[in-house]
């Protein structure tokens, strides 16, 4: 059969169409566009059908889908979308925490540099300061090993303007937070309250690799579709790893007791309960009860008890 793609604006973009077999999948009909439109590889390509009477979004064509299973037909029109360069989930998260880790290390490790003001007269560091720098060395380094070793990702790319982003934004949070943490002038709780505080944001940091795994075994070539999460925290929180992320580094504040490291968490947290909504919603969408799909059960979004 033959299909025709269109821009959204309704050009023609390969003349005479494409041809290709009902049979074929998703990934068949990219590379022949790739071939006919060379700049777009496959990851930057998107196709949806076109839109039905009373919606405005036309279903999209998902990659490891058979043609067929879109019902497509002799001259049917496909709807194009560029989605911009690309890059790898696994390159924006190495980054990302990668940076994070170098730029708290640098601050620890040169103050000289950055407080020069108390250079002739630089106090050793406190033990807290030393358990706060140990604790951001331990979660960035987990964070690394995971994305490589542990995650499996729904989708391979990303768009490249998220790696600038995402940097910015752990980055530019790691150099806040050490400023204050790294500080001749910074003045620790007492020992108790840090042990204590690291001690919890350590059994979160334990729970949140757990759930992490129990995703990845979601995705595991022996999983059939997508499935309710369960097991462990899941079993009562839908986001139980955004869960155990943010009541981590709450105990962490309160173990260094410093208002930049309450503002990281609150940026952070603000973003994950966003992530967290749409989870939820699509969740309960996929898992609705009817035509033989299981209920999604009731849970907590992210924050027991407030949310």
Same mark, same amino acid.
């Given at each position: ?8 604006? $309704?050009?023609? /973009?390969?003349?005479? %169409? ?9 990934? #068949? &009909?990219?590379? =022949? ?30 990659? $490891?889908?058979? /043609?067929?299973?879109? %019902? ?9 979308? #560029? &989605?911009?360069? =690309? ?221």
């Amino acid at each position: 059969m033959k299909l025709y793609i269109q821009s959204s604006s $309704g050009k023609e /973009l390969v003349a005479g %169409g494409i041809a290709i077999q009902s049979s074929d999948s998703v990934e #068949d &009909l990219q590379k =022949q566009f790739q071939r006919r439109k060379s700049q777009y590889y496959p990851s930057r390509q998107r196709f949806t059908l076109q839109p039905a009477p009373g919606e405005k979004r036309g279903k999209v064509l998902t990659p $490891g889908s058979r /043609l067929a299973e879109y %019902g497509l037909q002799e001259g049917q029109v496909l709807i194009f979308k #560029d &989605l911009g360069p =690309q890059v790898g989930y696994g390159t924006v998260y190495f980054w990302e925490y990668f940076g994070a880790l170098v730029v708290y290390a640098l601050m620890f490790y040169c103050r000289g540099i950055f407080y020069p003001s108390f250079r002739s007269n630089m106090q050793p560091m406190t033990l807290t300061q030393q358990l706060a720098f140990a604790f951001w060395t331990f979660h960035f380094t987990k964070r690394i090993l995971e994305t490589f070793f542990v995650h499996k990702f729904s989708h391979g790319t990303m768009p490249m303007r998220n790696l600038f982003k995402n940097c910015s934004y752990y980055w530019g949070f790691a150099a806040f937070v050490a400023y204050f943490l790294c500080h001749p002038l910074y003045t620790p709780p007492g020992l108790k309250q840090t042990y204590a505080g690291l001690a919890f944001a350590m059994i979160w940091q334990v729970a949140n690799f757990r759930c992490h795994l129990l995703l990845a075994n979601l995705r595991s070539p022996s999983s059939k579709g997508y499935q309710i999460p369960k097991g462990f925290l899941f079993n009562y929180v839908t986001c139980a790893n955004y869960m155990c992320e943010v009541y981590a580094w709450v105990c962490f504040a309160i173990a260094v007791q410093t208002l930049a490291v309450f503002i990281f968490i609150t940026a952070g947290t603000a973003q994950m309960c966003i992530w967290a909504q749409g989870k939820h919603r699509r969740l309960r969408k996929m898992f609705d009860g009817q035509e033989g799909r299981p209920k999604y059960p009731r849970r907590w979004i992210m924050l027991p008890p407030f949310f």
